[in-house]
């Protein structure tokens, strides 16, 4: 069975600054894909980021961007220049590429951007 | 836009009570998921279904059964509500693409049921 873990329950950085979220997981695929899920106060659950695991490089969507270290089952997410709106839960999530189409969910990150 | 929607934000129930959480998709999706989320432990899945009156199990089924009757529409039900069962609920779809590709799930707001 996957495993996903978040080891930083919670994470307080000021506007503009960069701050970087970690998950690391644990299964025996070797194809998968990654995922960073964001939750906003009271708000529906949006995809942030996506890494497939047979990609070598790491995936970006403008301030977003994540650390993907296959062999040491790390994929951590990298927000630059963060904003308020950027304050939400933070979850990283894993899938299987055969198969049913279950995400495997780690236990969240709450981060909140201060003014 | 893909729309998720369900049909309670809030809901408080009474311990032993039959109840129902539906979740409906506008996006002709084949996939539909129910997950349970709780502080400090993420989301977890409660049941799937990629088709309509198919229906397998997740990670956490005891207490919860489903039903999918139309392909919009997938229902979490709980047949005697329980205090432990005091969640965030949220429903997800996907389109069921072909082995190796990926699509994106999309989510609706959750429901969060206090049991009482």
Redesign the interface.
């Known amino acids: 069975a996957q495993t ?1 873990t ?1 080891s930083q ?1 919670e994470m307080s950085v000021q506007e503009a600054e960069t701050v970087t979220l970690s998950c690391t997981y644990d299964t025996s695929e070797n ?1 998968y ?1 990654l995922f960073w899920y964001k939750q906003p106060p009271s ?5 942030v980021i ?1 890494q ?1 695991a047979y990609k070598q490089q790491n995936a970006t969507e403008n301030r977003f961007s994540v650390n993907f270290q296959k062999a040491a089952k790390s994929f951590s997410l990298k927000i630059s220049d963060s904003q308020l709106g950027d304050t939400a839960m933070y ?1 990283c ?1 894993f ?1 299987k ?2 198969g ?9 990150t709450r981060l909140t951007i201060n003014p | 836009d893909v729309k998720v929607t369900q049909s309670s934000r809030y809901l408080v129930k009474r311990t032993g009570e039959k109840v129902f959480l539906e979740c409906v998709q506008d996006m002709d999706h084949e ?1 539909m ?1 129910w ?1 349970r989320q709780d502080p ?6 409660i049941y ?1 279904s ?1 088709d309509v009156k198919m229906k ?1 199990k ?1 990670d956490i089924p005891e207490g919860y059964s489903v039903s999918r009757e139309k392909k919009e529409r997938f229902s979490l039900i709980l047949e005697s509500a329980s205090t432990n069962q005091t969640s965030m609920y ?1 429903c ?1 779809s ?1 389109l ?2 072909s ?2 590709s ?4 999309f ?4 429901t969060r049921l206090t049991v009482l």
Not at chain 2, 40 to 45: D, F, M, V, Y
């Open positions: 996903v978040q329950p194809n894909y708000r529906q659950m949006i995809l996506r497939e979850f999530a899938m590429s055969q049913a189409q279950k995400l495997v969910f780690g236990q969240g | 996939n998921f997950y400090g432990l993420g989301l977890r899945l799937f990629y397998e997740g949220l997800a996907s069921h693409g082995t190796g990926y699509n994106e799930q989510f609706g707001p959750g």
